[in-house]
């Protein structure tokens, strides 16, 4: 703000002088750039997890005017707990925004169930208002998102195996003019933690014989064809067939991560909240084909009708009250007098 009122005095001190800058100083000196705005227009992606500490910066970097940012973001979509009202850094948006609601990522089938994982909660605007998904669709659509139950961690891994090899065949089945895809970066397997998807990655290729590469902040990470990652970083992302495991009750979300903020209401919301997020970025990565799975008791955020009976094959009716026009396919695979392995450690 500060350097806002200098840029603006600045301003006045040329508009005294004829409009010109003083002879004996370099238009491009670093001084003289302090005193003006870097751009005349910034685009801002994935805005909903910007702190307010980057707003001030992007407002510093360009003069306020009709053309000034062109903003984008959805909160339902926030995976960091940065809430920011714009109107208090110096960026207004009310009356300037416009709701996208068509989805050209993902199918209708995908979007009806990662839609009822948000459902029922308050999402802002990123002012004082509020956003909702009403009206979010889309024109694609494909196969009905499945739901897996596994007995333990060796069954939810040898299930995965066995979808990631169908996909492959899937992907590089030539098409009718002769053309053949390469699957490699177009299949990803979803994980909550930076531990689980390590392990799920030497279960993969040592049991399997399936390759894979780590996710990172700097892009993915090894010459495997199968992607593998935390929801954090499927963010921005894109895959035509992806797999979300390890999905159970006290692994998504954290029970120990929730727990301790219990004796704070809002804190404890606002961490729910967090990864019903989290999970919402994870399954709307997925153009083409959806697979949720989870060993023991299933994630309370998961999108299934309480008191369902677990069968093969089965289908899994539509919340009681839901307005969504497909039922996820469900896949159960009967306990047998295996003992199980050992689960995915909650840290």
Known sequence: ????????????????????????????????????????????????????????????????????????????????????????????????????????????????????????????????????????????????????????WTDEITQLAETLKQWRSDITQPSPNGITRDAAGRLAVCVADGEMAGRVAEDLRKKHGITTATLTKDGPQGGGEVHIGTMHRFNGLEYQKLAIIGASDGVLPRTALIEQYQADPNRYERELKKSRNQLFVAATRARDALRISWHGKPSRLLPLQAGTNYSPRSSLPPPSGGTGTTTAAFTARQATSRQPSTKPTNT
């Open 1 to 152: 703000m500060e350097r806002a009122r200098k840029i603006q005095i600045w301003a006045e001190h040329k508009a005294e002088i004829g409009g010109g800058d003083l002879v004996h100083l370099d238009d491009n000196s670093s001084g003289m750039r302090y005193l003006r705005h870097r751009y005349q227009h910034i685009v801002v992606d994935e805005a909903q997890d910007l702190s307010p500490a980057h707003w001030k910066m992007l407002r510093a970097m360009v003069a306020p005017s009709p053309d000034d940012l062109f903003i984008a973001s959805d909160t339902h979509q926030r995976i960091y707990d940065r809430h920011v009202t714009l109107s208090t850094v110096g960026i207004n948006i009310r009356g300037r925004s416009s709701k996208l609601t068509l989805s050209y990522r993902t199918t209708q089938e995908i979007l009806d169930q990662a839609t009822k994982v948000v459902r029922g909660a308050i999402y802002d605007d990123l002012d004082d208002g509020t956003d909702t998904l009403d009206g979010y669709h889309s024109l694609l659509h494909a196969p009905v998102p499945e739901y897996v139950a596994c007995v333990d």
